[in-house]
């Protein structure tokens, strides 16, 4: 595999057209499931058009991932599928403050992404990310201040493929708290430690 498709952190990616989602293992050290959203241009040798990462807390990525498992928004997704009515099941909200934007935006705001996993259509799920203006609420968060984002990627998924990336993204995770908390626990820590 090329290095596009593939590298050393992707845990398992998922294609739309002209663009896709992969889900990374580089953050875990610092707690976040990093998901990199990628616009390409295949009619031009697939040159990237953007990026969009979003950074979800382990712990809100574990919930995302039970309730997806768990079969909890199946009624709904039916539903809103069979009403062809669309609706967001679940967003998260991040962005990076303008003092500590690399480079300051034109406008003076700070830098708010989101993401969304939406039903509707004929499509199971689709799992979303936004970027755009923001602003610093009273409790710290960069809430969106624009009507249409600068930046937007949605990805199609059916039901088996967001189960899948769920599953296999949780695998991941325990594997590396496995590896953390033997590292932790090694059998130096037990002699030193003996009573």
């Known amino acids: 595999m090329s290095s596009e498709i593939y590298n050393e952190y992707q845990i398992t990616r998922q294609d739309g057209t002209g663009c896709f989602v992969e889900v990374k293992s580089d953050l875990f050290h610092k707690g976040k499931v990093h998901f990199q959203f990628k616009k390409y241009d295949p009619s031009n040798g697939n040159k990237t058009i953007f990026d969009i990462h979003y950074y979800l807390d382990m712990d809100e990525f574990l919930n995302f991932a039970d309730i997806v498992v768990s079969g909890k928004l199946q ?67 960069i809430v969106p201040r624009y009507k249409k984002p600068e930046k937007s990627i949605s990805i199609a998924m059916d039901t088996t493929a967001l189960r899948r990336m769920m599953l296999i993204t949780n695998q991941h995770i325990q594997a590396w708290l496995t590896i953390k908390y033997t590292a932790w626990k090694a059998p130096d820590y037990y002699k030193e430690n003996e009573s």
Do not use: C
């Open 75 to 141: 009624a709904t997704m039916e539903a809103n599928k069979k009403a062809g009515t669309w609706k967001t099941l679940l967003s998260w909200l991040a962005g990076t403050p303008k003092e500590r934007l690399k480079t300051p935006r034109a406008d003076g705001m700070a830098q708010s992404r989101s993401m969304e996993l939406i039903v509707g259509g004929k499509i199971d799920y689709m799992l979303s990310a936004k970027t755009g203006p923001g602003e610093s609420d009273a409790k710290g968060l």
